[in-house]
């Protein structure tokens, strides 16, 4: 992991001695956010990819209020997936033109909430058109929509599954001409349409795929469409590297593929923005979950580390959180990383269960009860993602360092 530098053998997350920083936060666990590392994932994609593409935060990923207004001044827009998170997108400063509002079972009340506030919702239901309908009439307010297609494929070797299939989520793509219509007879406001096949995927090929079977499928609806297609959110599913062996995506091919939709996007839909909304992508590799070890214990061969951390905090780092098989996070001792690794340690959470495993016969560096372990690849489906009452330990601290 070289995101963050190291000096002296401390991890400097911010610039920042990792023991210092632990002293400023005042206790352990805690997340850490990099700015500058939140900052360079932007700047390399925004490089890689066409000037034209519009770049979207997908704040379900993270919805730390100082880290979604850091991420709203680098990105094009926000999309959030309850009212709950539009109320942290506005708070931060995220124009409503730049919100959209995607997600299974929307309430009335947060439907309600969104059109007073006059962001983009993702309709995923022929329900959703009239609750819109109804707010918009009630309000006295235009209900900016688009439509959630749930596509007739999915994104292969993708971690998880979000399109193709029977789905709960948008609508399937044989009934998206019926729910057009409706949509132009409510009076809705007709913007586009959103696709999300999948998530976490390293594989370029499925990525490019799913990208061309999107564009594909708009333009075959768009005949359809009350009105001009202007925005066509094709989703992303860009995965990151978490374990052994897991090779980083190469965004060129990526870029070359989004370049030939925009010069077929120039005839077939010409009005349209192209927008790719990211989640882990843009943060996960930005966050480290920092913990500290309060024992150290030999049972018969293996050597343990309990720490004040775990899947409490961190469900998806102790394999619980949609991994099929688990496997390690990378993990470091975050105040002695210039001690070669010699020691195969199990790193556990304080939890009375044996979900609570941090690391699994790791090699790592001879540790000690106060040394800090430092979870790396946290700054996703994190402290959000994870069952913060169990067990009644104490709450973990995020920072923006
Ligand atoms: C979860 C989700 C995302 C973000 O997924 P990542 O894997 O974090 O990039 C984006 N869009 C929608 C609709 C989602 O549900």
Do not use: W
């Not at 390399?44 to 880290?67: D, F």
């Not at 309600?112 to 506030?117: C, N, W």
Request: glycine share 10%; with cysteine; charged share 20%.
């Amino acid at each position: 992991m070289t995101q963050f530098a190291v000096s002296h053998g401390e991890l400097m997350p911010g610039g920042e001695r990792l023991s210092t920083l632990a002293a400023r936060v005042g206790q352990t666990p805690f997340y850490a956010y990099g700015r500058s590392q939140l900052r360079q994932r932007v700047t390399e994609l925004r490089q890689a990819l066409p000037a034209k593409i519009r770049l979207h935060y997908a704040m379900k990923a993270n919805p730390m209020p100082a880290l979604v207004g850091f991420m709203a001044g680098l990105v094009d827009g926000v999309d959030v997936a309850s009212a709950g998170e539009l109320k942290i997108a506005l708070d931060a400063g995220v124009s409503p033109k730049d919100i959209s509002f995607a997600g299974p079972g929307k309430r009335d009340a947060e439907l309600r909430q969104a059109v007073a506030a006059g962001v983009l919702v993702n309709i995923e239901s022929f329900r959703e058109v009239d609750v819109l309908a109804h707010a918009s009439q009630a309000l006295g307010l235009p209900a900016r929509a688009a439509v959630r297609i749930n596509p007739d494929f999915e994104l292969k070797s993708s971690g998880m599954k979000m399109g193709g299939g029977a789905k709960p989520f948008g609508v399937d793509v044989e009934q998206v001409p019926a729910l057009l219509a409706n949509m132009g007879r409510a009076g809705l406001h007709f913007e586009g349409f959103h696709l999300y096949p999948g998530s976490q995927s390293l594989s370029t090929e499925a990525i490019c795929e799913a990208l061309q079977h999107s564009f594909d499928l708009a333009v075959r609806l768009s005949q359809h469409a009350p009105d001009k297609v202007r925005v066509l959110n094709l989703g992303g599913g860009l995965g990151v590297p978490y374990f052994p062996g897991d090779q980083r995506l190469e965004l060129k091919p990526i870029a070359d593929q989004l370049e030939r939709l925009l010069q077929l996007a120039k005839a077939q839909l010409p009005q349209t923005a192209l927008v790719l909304e990211l989640g882990r992508y843009l943060v996960a590799e930005a966050g480290i979950y920092v913990t500290r070890v309060v024992d150290r214990k030999l049972s018969r061969d293996q050597l343990y580390l309990v720490t004040d951390g775990g899947l409490h905090h961190h469900l998806a780092a102790t394999g619980n959180f949609g991994q099929v098989l688990r496997k390690n996070y990378p993990v470091a001792i975050g105040n002695k990383m210039d001690v070669p690794a010699s020691q195969l340690t199990t790193v556990v959470g304080p939890s009375c269960t044996p979900l609570d495993v941090l690391a699994d016969r790791l090699l790592l560096p001879e540790a000690q009860v106060g040394d800090l372990v430092v979870v790396f690849q946290s700054g996703a489906y994190g402290a959000s993602a994870s069952p913060h009452q169990f067990l009644a330990h104490p709450a973990c601290v995020e920072v923006l360092v």
